[in-house]
């Protein structure tokens, strides 16, 4: 089919495209500059170029998001624009990627993206929202950014369950090419850790003369973390590469 992906510069991106592609789509990436082999320019936040990046796509997988910018005018109106500016006619599906939790965990990215998830099954469009866990190394950058010289503080009792980039594009491929399903969808990583746990052995990698002391912290965010409300359910799909082996530079067999 023919494919584009928005935000495919990014970290997904940048794997995605070359999964789409190996499945036999043709695809095309959307960013502000479109930039990149097959780059076309569209702009989310301003909705400049997107019904000519949109145009003639049968398959649409949204990627693009602005966690550390203005989410709700990008994540949101964005994907408001972006539904506007599809071709209803040639469209046969989109998905969108969401991250597991957002409709359980009170933080603002999050509340966005779940908003985001809702202006999609209101469209009308034949959409499937697949929510992911969070990154191996999105779980490296937060807590290389936590360390405080010889003293790693982390959340006391957060859990998560992160995923290997490379399977997550592949699950992403696999519900792209399938039947929309007009609901959620979920892939997390194989196995459920404490903060603690991924911060002793991210230290053990990296940086082995820091000290993890973990920390009691109060609220409704850290609650959430706590219940395991990023937590993937019990019919998730689960990727198979874990943190230690990420951590290794380890890669599964085929």
Known sequence: MQVLVTGGSGQLGRALVPALQAAGHQVRQMSRRGTGPGGVRGDLATGRDLAAAVGGSELVVHAASDPRGDPWQVDVAGTRRLVQAVDRDRLQHLVYVSIVGV????????????????????????????????????????????????????????????????????????????????????????????????????????????????????????????????????????????????????????
């Open 103 to 254: 409709d359980r965990v009170p933080f603002g990215y999050y509340r966005a993206k779940f908003a985001a998830e809702q202006v999609l099954l209101a469209s009308g469009l034949p959409v499937t929202l697949a929510r992911i866990t969070q990154f191996h190394p999105f779980i490296d950058e937060m807590l290389a950014t936590a360390r405080r010289g010889p003293v790693l503080p982390v959340p006391m009792g957060w859990q998560a369950a992160p995923v290997d980039v490379a399977e997550a594009a592949g699950f992403l491929t696999e519900v792209a090419g399938g039947p929309p399903v007009g609901d959620v969808v979920e892939f997390g990583g194989p196995e459920a850790l404490s903060a603690a746990d991924l911060a002793r052995a991210w230290a053990a990698a990296r940086e082995p003369n820091v000290h993890v002391v973990s920390t009691p912290l109060p609220g409704k965010l850290s609650a959430a973390f706590r219940e395991g409300s990023v937590l993937p359910s019990a019919r998730a799909a689960r990727g198979r590469r874990t943190y230690a082996e990420h951590l290794r530079g380890q890669h599964l067999s085929a």
